[in-house]
């Protein structure tokens, strides 16, 4: 919701936005990301319960083919493939889990889950996304033989319509095997516009 504040200044009303606020994609890149940290666990969004999320947008049955998918249902989430793409290369698995849906079945509540011979190596944002908003992963993820991930994030300025961001970020991953166990590093972003 925006915020306008009005004043009157010599019979002229000044209109004023407030500023959105700040997202981890505006602030220095800090990894929050630690080495053998447990998956979090997730409760549904709403009152909808993961297997009536799972029947609605027909995310059944659970995707349960790799360790990384695995270790997501049991931790609560519903594994779902970004763009419908599997991505998985070496040892390495890149895969969304949700915990809701809104009512064209786009995810809310999710993140992007990197697995490194089958043990969580961490997430692609530090906090939980919506879809359609600010910050929310928006764009391709691509993993190179480099062991480099690149994921694209939506930019929303409050003029914008919910299908055309003004903007994308590209954040840079690296993924650090001399951790025990292997870790997602971030160390880049890159502003893009559409």
């Known amino acids: ?20 606020p700040a997202t981890w994609l505006d602030k220095p890149l800090a990894n929050w990301n630690t080495p053998g940290a447990p998956i979090p666990t997730t409760k549904p969004a709403q009152d909808e319960s993961i297997a009536a999320l799972s029947t609605r947008c027909g995310y059944l049955p659970l995707l349960q083919t790799t360790a990384g998918e695995r270790a997501l249902v049991a931790a609560g989430w519903v594994p779902f493939r970004m763009f419908d793409k599997q991505i998985v290369d070496r040892d390495v698995e890149i895969i969304g889990g949700l915990a809701g849906a809104d009512g064209m079945c786009r995810p809310m509540n999710f993140n992007v889950f990197v697995f490194v011979n089958g043990r969580l190596a961490g997430t692609l944002s530090p906090q939980t996304m919506e879809s359609r908003t600010d910050g929310s992963i928006g764009g ?11 994921a694209g994030f939506a930019r929303y300025l409050d003029k914008d319509a919910l299908c055309c961001p003004s903007s994308h970020v590209t954040v840079r991953y690296g993924i650090d095997r ?6 997602v590093v971030p160390v880049g972003v890159r502003v893009t516009r559409p």
């Open 1 to 20: 919701m925006k915020a306008i504040a009005i004043a009157f200044l010599s019979g002229t009303i000044l209109f004023a936005q407030a500023a959105a």
């Open 178 to 183: 001399k951790a025990t166990p292997s870790v």
């Open 140 to 150: 391709a993820i691509r993993l190179a033989a480099d062991d480099t991930i690149q």
